[in-house]
């Protein structure tokens, strides 16, 4: 591959993930010239350009050096990666907190679950055969692969398989098709996707500016500023009951003598629960902010 000086992301065009994954990108400061419909997008703010694919062929195109990073479901790319040899081209780089579902092994609902031993000899339905073998491999079971492309969901009501292996998210798909989730294959959700080694020219310092970029994008998510007022004397009860966060901010109250102002960025969810318990402790004019940018 020869050196380049824009670094190519490859997203899915369309479907579950490029909503999603566009506007993470937006958060991430990149714009794009408008091409709705068009497989390549010209980078404005910075030299990055988008590349609008189906998002089984991320991986691939990673591997061959067409793009640099790509954005794609765990389960298509740890599916690719058994399929790649001992040394795939390509590697998860980041968890991106978006398109969580999960590879699953379902039952007819009427069917028994005794452990993956249960299963030994029988029919399952997939379209993600390495993943199955593997987990099958490791759980010393003997099974048959029955790779589709689609549909899995029917094969046991038409007699082509007695056990499925797909993807869940809700599980109403599942229950439509009167099956019951037994085992989990691989957790999954959207991740960004890079190849065994960073190129070693200007992509490199774009690279590793976005994936910066993309980390601080993600803590913002679930970052929230909570500002209060409380009785000096609680201090140390309220900040025990802070979630995970930077160490509080407390300032003094004009004219007052006994009451401080916290101020405290919680890098964990706070809850309605968090709230409850620090007032029992003595908090007062409690507000919970969103978190806008965050640069560490
Ligand atoms: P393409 O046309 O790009 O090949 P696709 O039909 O293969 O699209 P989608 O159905 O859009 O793909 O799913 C993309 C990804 O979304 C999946 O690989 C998975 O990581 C994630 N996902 C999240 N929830 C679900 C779900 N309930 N079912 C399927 N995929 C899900
Ligand atoms: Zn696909």
Redesign the pocket.
């Known amino acids: 591959m020869s050196a380049r000086d824009r670094l190519r992301i490859a997203i899915?065009?369309?479907?579950?993930?490029?909503d999603a994954s566009q506007d993470l990108l937006a958060r991430c400061g990149l714009t794009f010239r408008r091409s709705r419909d068009k497989l390549f997008c010209f980078g404005e703010s910075l030299p990055v350009d988008l590349l609008l694919?189906?998002?089984?062929?991320v991986p691939g195109m990673i591997a061959d050096g067409v793009c640099d990073l790509g954005i794609?479901?765990?389960?298509?790319l740890a599916e690719q990666a058994l399929g790649a040899g001992p040394e795939p081209a390509f590697r998860e780089l980041r968890a991106l907190g978006f398109?969580?579902?999960r590879l699953s092994l379902a039952v007819p609902q009427e069917s028994t679950w005794e452990g993956p031993a249960g299963i030994a000899s029988q029919r399952i339905a997939t379209t993600y055969p390495n993943l199955l073998a593997d987990w099958l491999r490791r759980h010393e079971v003997e099974a048959k692969i029955v790779t589709l492309s689609g549909s899995v969901e029917i094969a046991p009501r038409l007699g082509t398989a007695d056990v499925i292996c797909?993807?869940?998210?809700?599980g109403a798909?599942l229950a439509a098709n009167q099956l019951r989730e037994v085992a989990t294959v691989l957790e999954?959700?959207?991740v960004l996707a890079g190849g065994a080694a960073l190129p070693n020219d200007e992509r490199a310092g774009l690279a590793q500016m976005l994936m910066r970029r993309i980390d601080g994008v993600i803590q913002v998510r679930v970052s929230k500023l909570v500002m209060l007022h409380a009785p000096r004397a609680a201090l140390d009860a309220i900040t025990r009951l802070l979630p995970q966060g930077q160490p509080p901010t407390i300032m003094p109250i004009e004219g007052s003598v006994d009451d401080i102002a916290l101020q405290a960025v919680c890098t964990d969810a706070i809850t309605w629960q968090h709230l409850e318990d620090m007032k029992r402790a003595g908090a007062r004019q409690m507000l919970v902010l969103p978190v806008e940018q965050m640069l560490a």
């Not at 899915?12 to 490029?18: A, E, P, T, Y």
């Not at 694919?53 to 062929?57: G, L, N, P, S, T």
């Not at 794609?72 to 298509?76: K, L």
């Open positions: 899915q065009k369309s479907g579950r993930l490029s694919v189906r998002d089984d062929d794609v479901g765990r389960n298509v398109g969580q579902c797909d993807l869940v998210s809700s798909t999954s959700e959207a």
